[in-house]
């Protein structure tokens, strides 16, 4: 654990989202009645959001078009958010949810435009957490820069791909060179794999060089190290969007606290439980 005092940064994608929940098999041609709501998103936004949420100290850096900076500024409560400005515009995804599957629609926008090397040291607290998404666009040489900045003032480090096409874009081993000295790692099962070359969880984790690896799978719950945490069941869901990003939340706030993985896991269902009765990636 790190002992560098202050809190925690999350560095990554603010996204504006549309979330289209059809009410049944989306028609050809032809009308489908669906449920759509435009609402604030993005990975490392949304586990900022959920950090706050949960009472901890958090700062987000992140890139949109500049005439969003104050609108993505409001949608972050409790967060110190420090927007950087670009004349792109503001990344989007439409998200199509059916059931417990969804699609995504993804422009980047200003995600591509972030600025690693523009984050000042005095913003790195005892803990950084950075997504895959903020490199969707590079070959990951700044990201890893400063992930190696943020080692070297302190802090621990958590990454979360945030979507295998990240991986496969710049291939196992180089996304694996740039993550390199990551405290945790949080991986789908797909991105797992990915990474490893093998689909079981146990082959996974024997394969993936990472201090704490923490394995998301859905309603099947995580796995971290090797153990087996069950999901928690939530009373209704309404959208997946966003539950792997409100697990980050619960693992880190919890793990920060004492160093305990497996009762961070435990924290972390707790949250996602929550994140998956509302429209979106955010608390309501």
Same mark, same amino acid.
């Given at each position: $654990?790190?002992?560098?005092?202050?809190?925690? =940064?999350?560095?990554?994608?603010?996204? &504006?989202?549309?979330?289209?929940?059809?009410?049944?098999?989306?028609?050809?041609?032809?009308?489908?009645?669906?449920?759509? @709501? @435009?609402?604030?998103?993005?990975? %490392?936004?949304?586990?900022?959001?959920?950090l706050a949420d949960l009472g901890a100290d958090v700062t987000f850096v992140g890139a949109v078009n500049t005439a969003d900076i104050d609108r993505h500024t409001a949608l972050l409560p409790g967060v110190d958010a420090r927007l950087?400005?670009?004349?792109?515009?503001?990344?989007?995804?439409?998200?199509?949810?059916?059931g417990a599957d969804r699609s995504m629609l993804t422009d980047r926008g200003a995600n591509a435009e972030l600025d690693f090397d523009a984050i000042p040291d005095a913003l790195i607290g005892r803990h950084v957490h950075l997504t895959g998404h903020s490199m *969707?666009?590079?070959?990951?040489?700044?990201? *890893?820069?400063? =992930?190696?900045?943020?080692?070297?003032?302190?802090?621990?480090?958590?990454?979360?791909?945030?979507?295998?096409?990240?991986? &496969?874009? =710049?291939?196992?081993? @180089?996304? %694996?060179?740039?993550?390199?000295? %990551?405290d945790v790692l949080f991986a789908s099962l797909v991105e797992g794999a990915a990474l490893a070359g093998a689909s079981e969880p146990s082959e996974i984790a024997? @394969?993936?060089? *990472?201090?704490?690896?923490? =394995?998301? $799978?859905?309603?099947?719950?995580?796995?971290? &190290?090797?153990?087996?945490?069950?999901?928690?069941? *939530?009373?209704?869901?309404? &959208?997946?969007?966003?539950?792997?990003?409100?697990?980050?939340?619960?693992?880190l706030a919890s793990w920060l606290e004492d160093g305990d993985a497996i009762a961070a896991a435990r924290a972390g269902t707790e949250v996602a439980a929550r994140a998956v009765g509302v429209v979106g990636g955010r608390p309501s």
């Open positions: $654990m790190s002992s560098r005092g202050g809190g925690i =940064l999350v560095v990554g994608d603010v996204i &504006d989202d549309t979330v289209v929940i059809p009410t049944g098999p989306i028609r050809p041609d032809t009308d489908t009645v669906s449920t759509i @709501r @435009r609402v604030a998103g993005g990975s %490392a936004a949304n586990t900022a959001a959920w950087q400005a670009t004349d792109t515009a503001t990344g989007a995804i439409i998200v199509v949810v059916q *969707a666009a590079s070959d990951g040489t700044e990201f *890893a820069r400063f =992930l190696r900045r943020a080692k070297a003032a302190g802090a621990t480090v958590s990454v979360s791909p945030g979507s295998v096409a990240y991986i &496969d874009a =710049l291939g196992a081993e @180089r996304f %694996a060179e740039v993550i390199a000295g %990551a024997a @394969r993936v060089p *990472a201090s704490t690896l923490v =394995l998301t $799978m859905g309603a099947d719950g995580v796995t971290v &190290d090797g153990t087996h945490i069950p999901a928690v069941t *939530a009373p209704v869901v309404v &959208d997946p969007t966003g539950a792997g990003d409100a697990f980050c939340a619960g693992f």
